[in-house]
């Protein structure tokens, strides 16, 4: 998974911004609204027009095609085709790819094995709870193999009332699947739970950088911070 850089990157919210994220690492950029966040998570897709370099491990990706990146992206209305069930909204993408029907079936399987949604295949999106969604979400995000995530506000759907541990089972994901993965939110406590660093960014402009690994130090696999989340209607790690 590569190490990105963007150089000298200026357009209609940014002048001339300089930023690293590390091979693997789930970066955290948390600002205010109109911070220039989801501008970021566009550029890095591929989907604005800017000035400058973004790089991908090194090489420029200025004239590659969003397609072509091999970026995932989870939108912040999580996007799910409500004329699709759970199976068909994730291989989709696979299918506008060229998949075969074959590999779609086997990499839809994998990613509700991967989910924990086996038994949602059929459903469609009115019927899933908001955690449900969410999840469905991202296995569709993770579908075409992507390099790169990208989660814009991605918890910003769920009420108060749905399980706090999905982040963590996020979070585990993507360590296992070593994907580079940049995670915008404006909420501070969702940043340190999430991020090996968090960024602060406002009006265009990186503010501050902190390391989240040497502010806190926990083990993932101790999970005994987390509520107990009986009422949760898919599995979760807090009921285990």
């Given at each position: ?7 000298n990157?200026?357009?209609y ?6 930023m690293?994220?590390?091979?693997k ?16 998570l ?28 091999r970026?995932?992206?989870l939108?912040q ?19 506008v ?13 994998e ?42 506000e ?9 399980c ?14 070593g994907?580079?993965?940049v ?32 502010m ?5 696999d101790?999970?005994s ?12 790690y807090?009921?285990?």
């Amino acid at each position: 998974m590569p190490d990105i850089e963007l150089k000298n990157i200026s357009n209609y919210v940014f002048n001339g911004l300089n930023m690293e994220i590390f091979d693997k690492e789930l970066l955290v950029v948390i600002g205010p609204n109109g911070a220039g966040k989801s501008t970021l998570l566009n550029i890095i897709a591929g989907l604005v027009e800017y000035d400058g370099n973004v790089l991908f491990d090194g090489v420029s990706v200025n004239r590659m095609l969003t397609d072509k990146r091999r970026v995932g992206y989870l939108f912040q209305n999580l996007a799910l085709f409500p004329h699709l069930d759970v199976a068909s909204n994730i291989g989709y993408g696979p299918a506008v790819n060229g998949s075969t029907r074959e590999n779609i079936a086997q990499r839809v399987d994998e990613l509700l094995r991967l989910m924990k949604i086996e038994h949602l295949k059929d459903r469609y999106p009115k019927n899933l709870s908001g955690g449900e969604r969410q999840r469905v979400a991202l296995a569709r995000a993770l579908a075409v193999s992507p390099q790169v995530l990208l989660l814009d506000e991605p918890f910003s759907s769920l009420d108060s009332g749905t399980c706090r541990c999905i982040r963590q089972e996020i979070k585990r994901i993507q360590r296992g699947l070593g994907i580079t993965t940049v995670l915008v939110t404006h909420d501070m406590a969702e940043a340190e739970e999430m991020g090996d660093r968090i960024v602060a960014m406002n009006d265009g402009e990186v503010h501050e950088v902190a390391d989240i690994q040497r502010m806190y130090r926990y083990d993932l696999d101790d999970l005994s911070h987390l509520q107990n989340c009986t009422s949760c209607a898919i599995d979760c790690y807090c009921k285990e």
